[in-house]
């Protein structure tokens, strides 16, 4: 699938997640609420974190209210590719160290991690490249390490639309379906719950990556 810009060119997807997302920084971290059903779920991570424990936030955007969060109790280390969100990452968890990255291609060493979340936005990369974004997860989070993802609940080959007045573009699985790819990926699961947001909703997982 390809999308259109103001100027016609041709856009992939991840061009226009990451053009949107810049363009809507402010307009988007307005919008966050650090007291949402959603963000109460962090907590389940945070009390499984070791002593000093180095937590990726995997499209961490302005880095509030998550990465926020997690910087009370960890060593976090923000990825996203959308330079605005980090620049204002970098303003507002200033502990934290900050990485321009795409999620289907980690910087990052074999178990370099203790603990792994990522919110809204595995939602965002084409579904064909999920599977390829967990292996990720599980290669850089250390053997008997949490993660809490945010993935899809319905099945959404490709959808885009306006968001905070900029074009928007999701794609995902059914919830069965991205339950069988967190399990495949190397972890067991903890639980999984689906929460709602607008109209529609979002599968929220808490897995364990297998102990080696």
């Not at 810009?5 to 997302?21: G, L, T």
């Not at 907590?43 to 969060?69: E, F, H, K, S, T």
């Not at 959308?82 to 074999?110: I, K, N, S, Y």
């Not at 603990?115 to 599977?131: D, L």
């Amino acid at each position: 699938m390809t999308l259109r810009d103001d100027d016609s060119r041709i856009m992939d997807p991840k061009a226009q997640v990451r053009e949107s997302y810049n363009r809507i920084a402010g307009a988007y971290l307005s919008s966050r609420r650090c007291d949402s059903p959603d963000v109460a779920l962090l907590n389940d991570l945070v009390v499984r974190l070791p002593p000093r424990a180095r937590v990726l936030d995997a499209g961490c955007g302005a880095g509030v209210p998550i990465a926020r969060q997690l910087a009370t109790r960890a060593n976090v280390v923000g990825v996203d590719f959308a330079e605005v969100q980090l620049g204002l990452a970098r303003r507002h968890v200033p502990t934290g160290l900050w990485v321009c990255a795409d999620l289907v291609a980690l910087p990052f060493a074999d178990a370099s991690f203790d603990a792994i979340c990522s919110y809204y936005a595995v939602i965002h990369i084409p579904r064909e490249e999920h599977a390829r974004v967990l292996d990720g997860f599980a290669r850089v989070l250390r053997s008997g390490g949490p993660a809490l993802l945010c993935l899809g609940a319905a099945d959404l080959p490709a959808w885009t639309e306006e968001y905070h007045d900029a074009p928007m573009y999701w794609s995902h699985y059914d919830a069965a379906t991205s339950l069988s790819l967190v399990k495949a990926a190397g972890f067991d699961l903890v639980w999984h719950r689906w929460v709602a947001d607008g109209s529609g909703g979002h599968l929220f997982v808490l897995a364990q990556r297998h102990d080696a």
